[in-house]
């Protein structure tokens, strides 16, 4: 609210909802004469749909990531690109990453089927491996990447490893 409130100073906010499948007419209908978005991960700003909108400027993504916006058809365009580091989906896509590797070490999908499907009497072949002391590779340093080492080192006390050739040692 606080930022809608802001932008609501210098322009007329409108909200989009896009569904899933919707074509690119469609949605360059819905977004004529807009001169900057505020965009999710939905929908994809491919060449196509960028070149129907002519009157647009700025693309601005609430997230980490610009996947979803063709970046060379975006600058030929002279439409600028800019996203939104270190929001509230940081720390919910480290958690995830998380438990996702949880999961993993602790076999809980092959668990879950057993217990499921009536097999738990051979529970040995659950048991998983704990993260604590174990050595853990972080491919991608970024924001997200530097906070699931912090949660893997300080919480879990595993030993990290990094890679990201954007940054440095």
């Known amino acids: 609210p606080d930022h809608l409130s802001r932008l609501s100073s210098i322009a007329e906010p409108r909200r989009i909802n896009v569904p899933p499948g919707l074509g690119v007419e469609a949605l360059s209908r819905e977004l004529a004469g807009c001169r900057g978005i505020v965009a999710s991960i939905v929908p994809s700003f491919t060449r196509e749909l960028l070149t129907r909108l002519p009157e647009l400027l700025l693309i601005v993504r609430h997230g980490v990531g610009t996947d979803n916006i063709d970046t060379p058809a975006a600058t030929e ?9 270190g929001g509230v ?5 480290a958690e995830h990453a998380l438990a996702l590797m949880l999961a993993l070490a602790r076999k809980l999908r092959p668990a879950a089927r057993a217990v499921t499907e009536g097999r738990w009497d051979r529970r040995a072949e659950f048991i998983g491996l704990e993260l604590r002391g174990k050595v853990v590779g972080i491919i991608g340093c970024g924001h997200i990447g530097q906070r699931l080492a912090e949660i893997l080192s300080r919480g879990l006390g595993a030993e990290v490893l990094g890679y990201d050739p954007a940054v440095s040692a």
């Open 77 to 85: 365009l002279g439409i600028m690109i800019a996203n939104v580091p």
């Open 89 to 93: 989906e940081q720390e919910a896509v």
